[in-house]
């Protein structure tokens, strides 16, 4: 049996720990409706906004830097039926190149925050100027809550669940660390995966996330040729405030 890695898991752990996510997908949704349906997706992972997106008849190129959750989109949608059209590239957000454009630039639940630094975000956000059309749409999901305490968390048991696909049960230990100077929380996620069968393999997925707020957010935007036209603190459009769990911001393509 050839082993396995967070990729294999993802669909089934967020559906494990988030639910369904209707509140994202109609968010999203509300988005590409308002704003046009020729959509740039950053950090489309295994495609749980893409494929609701595309099934709404949205033109997604959707791109992610693991390859491992791309060919699980990849095989998802190799027998959806949609309306849309959907391209798939290997790509990093730091750095990239389509030679298209776009009406509109989406990064779904703290993707942005993957990037650590000033110099990544900045890179990040000049790339994505380039790929949009003139007046097209910006929006960022970002996680309001990074640092919140404690700063360190032990490892700790998150679950321990059967999964039916993989016939193997699984075990989810999770802990966490705070650079509170850098603004970055660093997650250790160990998994332990017990096969029906008798075998036992192990595997970690690490994440490190950076914690921005909206006044960093305004200055990076501005500096990159952008203007936010909207906040909002949840999906379901609520207002925007320091204690808000999301931090959502819809910027604007300014100039040529
Ligand atoms: C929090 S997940 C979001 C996945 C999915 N869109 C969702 O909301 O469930 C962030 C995604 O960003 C991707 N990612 C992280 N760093 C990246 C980079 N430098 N370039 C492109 N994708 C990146 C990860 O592989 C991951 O799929």
Same mark, same amino acid.
């Given at each position: #049996?050839?082993e396995? @890695?967070?990729?294999? %898991?993802?669909d089934?752990?967020?559906?494990?720990? #988030?639910?369904?996510?209707?509140?994202?997908?109609?968010f999203?949704?509300?988005?590409?409706?308002?704003y046009?349906?020729k959509?740039? !997706?950053?950090g489309? &992972?295994t &495609?749980?906004f $893409?494929?609701?997106?595309?099934l709404d008849g949205?033109?997604? $190129?959707?791109f992610?830097i693991?390859? /491992?959750s791309?060919?699980?989109?990849?095989?998802? $949608?190799e027998?959806?039926?949609? &309306?849309? /059209?959907?391209?798939?590239?290997h790509?990093? #957000?730091?750095?990239?190149?389509l030679?298209?454009q776009?009406?509109?630039?989406l990064?779904?639940?703290?993707t942005?925050q993957?990037?650590?630094?000033?110099?990544e975000q900045?890179h990040?956000l =000049?790339?994505?100027?380039?790929?949009?059309?003139?007046?097209?749409?910006?929006?960022?999901?970002?996680?309001?809550?990074i640092t919140?305490?404690?700063?360190?968390?032990?490892?700790?048991?998150?679950?321990? /669940?059967?999964?039916?696909e993989?016939?193997?049960?699984?075990?989810l230990?999770?802990?966490?660390?705070t650079d509170?100077?850098? &603004?970055?929380?660093?997650?250790y996620?160990?998994?332990?995966?017990?096969?029906?069968? @008798?075998r036992? %393999? !192990?595997?970690?997925?690490?994440?490190?996330?950076?914690?921005?707020?909206l =006044? !960093? #957010?305004?200055?990076?935007?501005? /500096?990159? @040729?952008?203007? %936010?036209?909207?906040?909002?603190g949840?999906y379901?459009f609520?207002?925007?405030? !320091?204690?808000t769990?999301?931090?959502?911001?819809?910027?604007?393509?300014?100039?040529?």
């Amino acid at each position: #049996m050839n082993e396995i @890695g967070f990729a294999d %898991i993802c669909d089934w752990e967020t559906a494990l720990v #988030m639910g369904d996510r209707l509140d994202e997908i109609d968010f999203w949704k509300s988005i590409t409706g308002k704003y046009g349906n020729k959509v740039l !997706e950053l950090g489309a &992972g295994t &495609g749980c906004f $893409t494929i609701p997106l595309l099934l709404d008849g949205n033109l997604i $190129t959707a791109f992610d830097i693991s390859a /491992e959750s791309l060919n699980h989109l990849q095989t998802k $949608t190799e027998t959806l039926e949609y &309306g849309g /059209e959907l391209k798939i590239v290997h790509a990093d #957000m730091r750095d990239f190149y389509l030679a298209d454009q776009f009406n509109i630039c989406l990064a779904s639940y703290s993707t942005f925050q993957y990037l650590l630094n000033r110099n990544e975000q900045g890179h990040c956000l =000049e790339a994505i100027y380039k790929h949009l059309l003139p007046e097209g749409i910006l929006c960022f999901d970002l996680d309001n809550d990074i640092t919140c305490l404690p700063e360190n968390m032990p490892l700790t048991k998150l679950y321990s /669940e059967y999964n039916k696909e993989i016939q193997a049960n699984i075990t989810l230990f999770t802990s966490w660390n705070t650079d509170r100077k850098a &603004g970055i929380r660093n997650w250790y996620d160990r998994y332990e995966v017990k096969y029906s069968a @008798g075998r036992y %393999i !192990e595997f970690t997925n690490n994440i490190s996330l950076k914690a921005v707020n909206l =006044e !960093e #957010m305004t200055n990076l935007l501005e /500096e990159a @040729g952008f203007q %936010i036209i909207e906040t909002y603190g949840d999906y379901d459009f609520s207002e925007y405030s !320091e204690s808000t769990h999301r931090l959502i911001i819809i910027a604007q393509k300014t100039g040529a």
